[in-house]
């Protein structure tokens, strides 16, 4: 079975000049982990994602008993978020990406997963577009909805 079937095709996208602050209230006005960086084609050029904005906003130096003994977390992070005010979307991306084809199989989809560091992966087309992602939910939910046959519950 084709992931062309169960892909998410809802996506958060964003263009290369997107600056930190649009960028940060798109992650926050999502469900989604990826924003996706698309050129005006619709062309993949990169993934944002949550731990991404996260790595930015909160210094990796600090450890949990380091981070007990702030006192103002909010304030460590609004200083963060003004250093990062000149950063864009293609400044943060990650470029090195695993990606998938719509016609690739549910299996093949699942090792690709298992082999990356990722809950979901881009789905494109053979032009480079962006047309889905797919991740270890949709998997699970056409396994148990379409392949054993359980109901669909929210």
Same mark, same amino acid.
């Given at each position: 079975m084709k992931i062309i079937r169960?892909?998410?095709?809802?996506?958060?996208?964003?263009?290369?000049?997107?600056?930190?602050?649009?960028?940060?209230?798109?992650h926050a006005s999502t469900e989604?982990?990826?924003?996706?960086?698309?050129? &005006? +084609?619709?062309?993949?050029?990169?993934?944002?994602?949550?731990?991404?904005?996260?790595?930015?906003?909160?210094?990796?130096?600090?450890?949990?008993?380091? +981070?007990?003994?702030?006192?103002?977390?909010?304030?460590?992070?609004?200083?963060?978020?003004? &250093?990062c005010q000149h950063l864009t979307a293609a400044d943060i991306m990650q470029h090195d990406l695993l990606l998938l084809n719509p016609e690739d199989t549910l299996i093949e989809a699942d090792v690709r997963l298992q082999e990356s560091r990722y809950n979901a992966l881009p789905v494109v087309d053979a032009a480079g577009i962006l047309v889905g992602d797919v991740g270890r939910k949709e998997i699970l939910k056409h396994i148990a909805v379409e392949i054993c046959g359980l109901p669909a519950t929210v």
């Open positions: 169960f892909m998410n095709t809802e996506l958060t996208r964003v263009a290369p000049d997107t600056d930190f602050p649009t960028l940060l209230a798109t989604t982990r990826h924003t996706y960086v698309t050129d &005006e +084609a619709g062309k993949l050029l990169g993934v944002v994602a949550n731990l991404d904005m996260m790595k930015k906003l909160v210094p990796s130096y600090l450890t949990a008993g380091l +981070a007990a003994s702030i006192s103002d977390g909010a304030e460590l992070i609004r200083k963060r978020f003004e &250093e």
